[in-house]
């Protein structure tokens, strides 16, 4: 970008779409009452009570976190025990930011926390994706910090993981997710409202070579890391980006992509809800919800507290 588009970025542009933004969220007032709601959320991660004692096999969980994040992190996870009633043996992925800080309270709730650092991770993806072989996912990992919900997770690695997006609570059993963890045999994914995958689906299946699957959301997302092919994974990468642009949701693109033509256990939408509305967004009446766009408001102001008083 140039510096006089730069300078009109920042002087008007990012300005207009700043009051877009808070027009959009109903006025300064509710922005506030949100960004209070956030603020007690991650004050109350610290002092959350250590999960009760749990018998069984451990639940590995995987997630991708960081200094913005690491309190959701920490209701998802904390949610997640209460009502599975299992322990749980978590594995944070590192975003580059995740200081002691922010690690230390994750570890109080959960002593058997794994914490993968950005150095080594970086290490594994040299080895496993180098740059001279795989130039555009690694370039678009590190512009797209989305991406890394499969390269980081997966690349130089075998076996079965279950991903999870950080906002995301949980209010009953888990059953559908712990019944997979338990005994996976093919992928699981989530169930989104609408296709969000930043590009056409004429040109997702001809990339495919057959019908890509439709509402495909990552939030929810089981794996088999030896199963991804990453030369396609890279053909794919590069050849959405010279053909359509870079995208938000590209992410959701490559994993509908991978999943082309195969049978996938998809949590029930009505008990594991994609952008919660009311009454629902009040009630809390599923086993799980993901906050995504505008049910951010019920999240930060509303829900988590619903969800530590939910016996």
Same mark, same amino acid.
């Given at each position: 970008m140039?510096?006089?588009?730069?300078l009109a970025?920042?002087?008007?542009?990012?300005?207009?779409?700043?009051? &877009?933004s808070?027009?959009?969220?109903?006025?300064?007032?509710e922005?506030?009452? $949100? =960004? /209070?709601?956030? @603020? #007690?959320?991650? +004050?109350?991660?610290?002092?959350?009570p250590?999960?009760a004692?749990?018998?069984?096999?451990?639940?590995?969980?995987?997630?991708?976190?960081g200094r913005?994040?690491?309190?959701?992190?920490?209701?998802?996870?904390?949610?997640?025990?209460?009502?599975?009633?299992?322990?749980?043996?978590?594995?944070?992925?590192?975003?580059?930011?995740?200081?002691?800080?922010?690690?230390?309270?994750?570890? &109080?709730?959960?002593?058997n926390?794994?914490?993968?650092?950005?150095?080594?991770i $970086? =290490? /594994?993806?040299d @080895? #496993?994706?180098? +740059?001279a072989?795989?130039?555009?996912?690694?370039?678009?990992?590190t512009?797209?910090?989305?991406?890394?919900?499969?390269?980081?997770?997966?690349?130089?690695?075998?076996?079965?993981?279950?991903?999870?997006?950080?906002?995301?609570?949980?209010?009953?059993?888990?059953?559908?997710?712990l019944?997979w963890?338990?005994?996976?045999?093919?992928?699981?994914?989530?169930?989104?409202?609408e296709?969000?995958?930043g590009?056409?689906?004429a040109?997702?299946?001809?990339?495919?070579?057959?019908?890509?699957?439709?509402?495909?959301?990552?939030?929810?997302?089981?794996?088999?890391?030896?199963?991804?092919?990453?030369?396609r994974?890279?053909?794919?990468?590069?050849?959405?980006?010279?053909?359509?642009?870079?995208?938000?949701?590209?992410?959701?693109?490559?994993?509908?992509?991978?999943?082309?033509?195969?049978?996938?256990?998809?949590p029930?939408?009505?008990?594991?809800?994609?952008?919660?509305?009311?009454?629902?967004?009040?009630e809390?009446?599923?086993?799980?919800?993901?906050y995504?766009?505008?049910?951010?408001?019920?999240?930060?102001?509303?829900?988590?507290?619903?969800?530590?008083?939910?016996?």
């Amino acid at each position: 970008m140039s510096l006089a588009g730069q300078l009109a970025y920042q002087l008007v542009h990012r300005p207009l779409g700043y009051v &877009r933004s808070v027009a959009d969220a109903g006025g300064p007032l509710e922005v506030w009452r $949100t =960004a /209070r709601g956030r @603020a #007690a959320m991650e +004050a109350a991660a610290y002092t959350l009570p250590l999960p009760a004692p749990a018998t069984g096999a451990p639940v590995e969980l995987h997630f991708l976190t960081g200094r913005r994040y690491w309190y959701q992190t920490a209701f998802c996870l904390w949610t997640f025990a209460r009502h599975a009633r299992r322990p749980l043996a978590p594995v944070i992925l590192d975003d580059g930011t995740l200081t002691e800080k922010f690690r230390a309270p994750l570890r &109080r709730l959960f002593p058997n926390t794994r914490f993968l650092t950005d150095a080594d991770i $970086t =290490a /594994r993806l040299d @080895a #496993a994706l180098p +740059a001279a072989r795989f130039p555009t996912l690694r370039a678009r990992r590190t512009s797209f910090p989305l991406l890394r919900k499969i390269t980081d997770l997966h690349a130089g690695l075998s076996g079965w993981k279950l991903f999870l997006d950080s906002d995301l609570l949980f209010f009953a059993e888990p059953r559908f997710l712990l019944d997979w963890h338990d005994a996976p045999s093919i992928p699981l994914r989530g169930e989104d409202i609408e296709n969000a995958y930043g590009y056409p689906l004429a040109l997702l299946d001809e990339l495919a070579g057959q019908r890509v699957s439709e509402r495909v959301n990552t939030g929810t997302l089981g794996l088999r890391s030896d199963e991804i092919d990453w030369e396609r994974m890279e053909f794919w990468c590069r050849e959405l980006q010279a053909r359509a642009g870079t995208h938000y949701y590209q992410e959701q693109a490559l994993v509908a992509l991978h999943l082309a033509g195969r049978a996938c256990a998809v949590p029930p939408p009505a008990d594991h809800v994609l952008l919660p509305r009311s009454p629902e967004s009040v009630e809390c009446r599923a086993v799980m919800h993901h906050y995504v766009a505008d049910s951010k408001p019920a999240y930060f102001r509303h829900c988590w507290r619903v969800a530590l008083q939910r016996p």
